[in-house]
């Protein structure tokens, strides 16, 4: 899916981008931080809301601005979502 998805934005496929953690904050914490490592780091995430919390955290440490220099877009069905 992530590979389709890069032909059709016409973006590299970048393979470390695709962090895997546990799904609570501390795994989004974690893969947002290894994501970060990268000589090219993202510009955006797209994580389960728990992951997108702990991310949240890391990028204000990382970033000058959320949502300005990083976007995060959380998904699931946790009431927060609504927001």
Known sequence: MLTEWNEAARTPDRKEWVVRGDL???????AMEAAMACRFPPTALLAPTSHG????????????????????IGFDNLPVCRW
Do not use: N
Not at 54 to 67: D, F
């Open 24 to 30: 609570h904050m501390e795994g989004g914490r974690s």
């Open 53 to 72: 919390f702990g991310a949240l955290q890391c990028a204000h440490q990382k970033v000058s601005s959320v949502p300005r220099d990083f976007s995060i």
